[in-house]
């Protein structure tokens, strides 16, 4: 199967600013990407997802973006609170049941 | 709304002992996942569900059986240990519909080391 990939296993970012999570996948095919925060002893929670027909979707201080073209998505977090501190992960599915997770992203805030 | 429930949250087994993990979801869900956690390695899938009394193999099912006899219930079971199956086990439901597409709502997890 196709496997979604991460470009940086860690990011930290000023209490405040803005947060930008990169993800890119390989499988041209896929038509739908969820992101999910993990905080430290839980389970994964949903964010946000996007549909391939989309290039944008923005919800409550996050949005994503799709580039169809380079196969890239990104989590966008604006004014990153220490509660945003987690690992970030992407995932990928093609008109089936399952999900393909990437390795995930640690987001850590400075106060 | 309890959402997803994993028993036990934390185990230690010896080298060939058998266990069960249950998840339970009082949301449904017609689809229901296992997954395992590793560092570095992101979430695997183990074994899925597409509805009560079916099962299917995901990405690393070896060493690893399920059953799904009540749709809110889906168990993991183990039965010869392997250090190899120390990992953090996640349960996870869906309702798999075309509007909502595959949201996976997680349980928090079950530890296990395999001694």
């Known amino acids: 199967g196709e496997s979604v990939g991460l470009h940086l296993p860690t990011l930290s970012v000023q209490e405040g600013d803005n947060s930008i999570i990169n993800c890119a996948y390989s499988?041209?095919?896929?038509?739908?990407f969820i992101w999910y925060k993990q905080e430290s002893g839980k389970g994964p929670q949903f964010i946000i997802d996007?549909?391939?027909?989309?290039d944008k979707r923005q919800g409550q201080r996050v949005t994503v973006l799709l580039n169809k073209t380079v196969k890239h998505l990104s989590l966008q977090i604006a004014a990153t609170q220490p509660g945003d501190s987690a690992v970030y992960f992407c995932?990928?599915?093609?008109?089936?049941?399952?999900?393909?997770f990437g390795t995930g992203t640690r987001l850590t805030i400075i106060p | 709304n309890a959402g997803v429930t994993q028993t036990p949250k934390f185990r230690v087994l010896k080298t060939g002992q058998s266990m069960t993990l249950l998840c339970a979801q009082d949301?449904?869900?017609?689809?229901m996942y296992w997954y395992r956690q590793d560092p570095g390695m992101g979430l695997r899938l183990i074994h899925y569900?597409?509805?009560?009394?079916?099962?299917a193999k995901g990405e690393v099912p070896d060493g690893y059986n399920v059953s799904r006899l009540k749709k809110q219930n889906f168990l993991l079971g183990l039965e010869s240990a392997a250090p190899s199956q120390t990992s953090v086990y996640f349960c996870?439901?869906?309702?798999?519909?075309?509007?909502?597409?595959?949201?996976?709502?997680f349980g928090a997890g079950t530890r296990l080391s395999v001694l």
């Open positions: 996870a439901s869906s309702p798999w519909t075309s509007l909502t597409k595959n949201i996976q709502y």
């Open positions: 499988n041209s095919a896929s038509d739908y």
């Open positions: 996007i549909r391939s027909n989309m």
């Open positions: 995932a990928e599915a093609f008109g089936n049941e399952k999900l393909t």
């Open positions: 949301m449904n869900h017609e689809y």
């Open positions: 569900s597409v509805g009560e009394g079916t099962t």
